[in-house]
Nanobody, 128 residues
Framework: QVQLVESGGGLVQTGGSLRLSCAASGRTISSCAMGWFRQAPGKEREFVGAISRSASGGSTYYADSVKGRFTISRDNAKNTVYLQMNSLKPEDTAVYYC???????????????????WGQGTQVTVSS
Protein backbone atom coordinates (compact mmCIF):
# COMPACT_ATOMS: atom_id res chain seq x y z
CA GLN A 1 0.00 0.00 0.00
CA VAL A 2 1.45 3.32 -1.07
CA GLN A 3 1.06 6.15 1.40
CA LEU A 4 2.11 9.76 1.04
CA VAL A 5 2.10 12.08 4.02
CA GLU A 6 2.58 15.80 3.58
CA SER A 7 3.74 18.09 6.35
CA GLY A 8 5.16 21.56 6.84
CA GLY A 9 2.17 23.70 6.02
CA GLY A 10 1.10 26.63 8.11
CA LEU A 11 0.46 30.34 8.27
CA VAL A 12 3.09 32.71 6.89
CA GLN A 13 3.21 36.37 5.95
CA THR A 14 3.61 37.63 2.41
CA GLY A 15 7.22 37.27 1.34
CA GLY A 16 7.88 34.45 3.76
CA SER A 17 9.00 30.88 3.15
CA LEU A 18 7.83 27.39 3.94
CA ARG A 19 9.17 23.95 3.16
CA LEU A 20 6.70 21.18 2.61
CA SER A 21 7.67 17.55 2.96
CA CYS A 22 6.11 14.48 1.40
CA ALA A 23 7.16 11.24 3.05
CA ALA A 24 6.40 8.10 1.08
CA SER A 25 5.96 4.49 2.10
CA GLY A 26 5.17 1.48 -0.01
CA ARG A 27 6.93 2.92 -3.05
CA THR A 28 10.49 4.05 -3.69
CA ILE A 29 10.13 7.64 -4.79
CA SER A 30 13.34 7.60 -6.78
CA SER A 31 11.63 5.18 -9.16
CA CYS A 32 8.78 7.50 -10.08
CA ALA A 33 8.05 11.09 -10.94
CA MET A 34 6.69 13.07 -8.01
CA GLY A 35 4.35 16.00 -8.38
CA TRP A 36 3.04 18.79 -6.21
CA PHE A 37 -0.42 20.21 -6.72
CA ARG A 38 -2.56 22.73 -4.89
CA GLN A 39 -6.21 23.56 -4.52
CA ALA A 40 -7.50 26.90 -3.35
CA PRO A 41 -11.04 27.33 -2.01
CA GLY A 42 -13.55 27.33 -4.85
CA LYS A 43 -10.94 26.49 -7.44
CA GLU A 44 -9.83 23.36 -9.25
CA ARG A 45 -6.72 21.50 -8.24
CA GLU A 46 -3.74 22.72 -10.23
CA PHE A 47 -0.24 21.57 -11.03
CA VAL A 48 2.55 23.30 -9.11
CA GLY A 49 5.64 21.38 -10.11
CA ALA A 50 7.22 17.96 -10.39
CA ILE A 51 10.50 16.11 -10.38
CA SER A 52 11.28 13.24 -12.70
CA ARG A 53 12.57 9.80 -11.79
CA SER A 54 16.13 9.70 -10.53
CA ALA A 55 17.08 7.38 -13.40
CA SER A 56 15.96 10.00 -15.92
CA GLY A 57 17.97 12.76 -14.31
CA GLY A 58 15.70 14.12 -11.63
CA SER A 59 14.76 17.13 -13.72
CA THR A 60 12.15 19.57 -12.46
CA TYR A 61 9.35 21.52 -14.08
CA TYR A 62 7.18 24.25 -12.59
CA ALA A 63 4.02 26.10 -13.31
CA ASP A 64 4.64 29.64 -14.49
CA SER A 65 2.94 31.02 -11.40
CA VAL A 66 5.61 29.57 -9.09
CA LYS A 67 8.68 29.45 -11.33
CA GLY A 68 11.64 31.10 -9.70
CA ARG A 69 10.03 30.99 -6.25
CA PHE A 70 9.41 27.28 -5.62
CA THR A 71 11.94 24.46 -5.74
CA ILE A 72 11.35 20.71 -5.64
CA SER A 73 13.99 18.35 -4.34
CA ARG A 74 14.18 14.75 -3.29
CA ASP A 75 16.05 12.86 -0.57
CA ASN A 76 16.09 9.27 -1.74
CA ALA A 77 17.59 8.01 1.52
CA LYS A 78 14.59 9.40 3.39
CA ASN A 79 12.15 8.54 0.61
CA THR A 80 10.92 12.10 0.87
CA VAL A 81 10.22 14.89 -1.59
CA TYR A 82 10.31 18.55 -0.64
CA LEU A 83 8.71 21.71 -1.92
CA GLN A 84 10.63 24.81 -0.89
CA MET A 85 8.41 27.85 -1.26
CA ASN A 86 9.94 31.31 -1.12
CA SER A 87 8.56 34.80 -1.68
CA LEU A 88 5.09 33.55 -0.86
CA LYS A 89 2.06 35.52 -1.99
CA PRO A 90 -1.54 35.49 -0.76
CA GLU A 91 -2.52 33.78 -4.01
CA ASP A 92 -0.36 30.81 -2.99
CA THR A 93 -2.87 30.05 -0.24
CA ALA A 94 -4.20 26.54 -0.84
CA VAL A 95 -4.09 22.95 0.28
CA TYR A 96 -0.95 21.41 -1.16
CA TYR A 97 -0.79 17.79 -2.24
CA CYS A 98 2.00 15.51 -3.35
CA UNK A 99 1.39 12.65 -5.73
CA UNK A 100 3.25 9.91 -7.57
CA UNK A 101 3.30 9.25 -11.32
CA UNK A 102 4.28 5.60 -11.14
CA UNK A 103 3.98 4.70 -14.81
CA UNK A 104 6.06 7.44 -16.43
CA UNK A 105 9.55 6.23 -17.30
CA UNK A 106 11.06 9.60 -18.16
CA UNK A 107 10.08 13.22 -18.16
CA UNK A 108 7.24 14.92 -16.33
CA UNK A 109 3.51 15.07 -16.87
CA UNK A 110 1.31 17.83 -15.53
CA UNK A 111 -2.12 16.26 -15.86
CA UNK A 112 -3.83 15.16 -12.67
CA UNK A 113 -5.14 11.85 -14.10
CA UNK A 114 -1.57 10.61 -14.61
CA UNK A 115 -0.88 10.64 -10.88
CA UNK A 116 -1.93 7.48 -9.11
CA UNK A 117 -1.33 8.01 -5.39
CA TRP A 118 -2.01 11.17 -3.43
CA GLY A 119 -1.35 12.47 0.03
CA GLN A 120 -3.99 13.98 2.26
CA GLY A 121 -2.77 17.53 1.75
CA THR A 122 -1.36 20.25 3.97
CA GLN A 123 -2.78 23.75 4.33
CA VAL A 124 -0.67 26.74 3.39
CA THR A 125 -2.05 30.16 4.24
CA VAL A 126 -0.26 33.35 3.23
CA SER A 127 -1.47 36.49 4.95
CA SER A 128 -1.26 39.89 3.32
Amino acid sequence: QVQLVESGGGLVQTGGSLRLSCAASGRTISSCAMGWFRQAPGKEREFVGAISRSASGGSTYYADSVKGRFTISRDNAKNTVYLQMNSLKPEDTAVYYCATDGTLRSGIRVGIPFYDYWGQGTQVTVSS
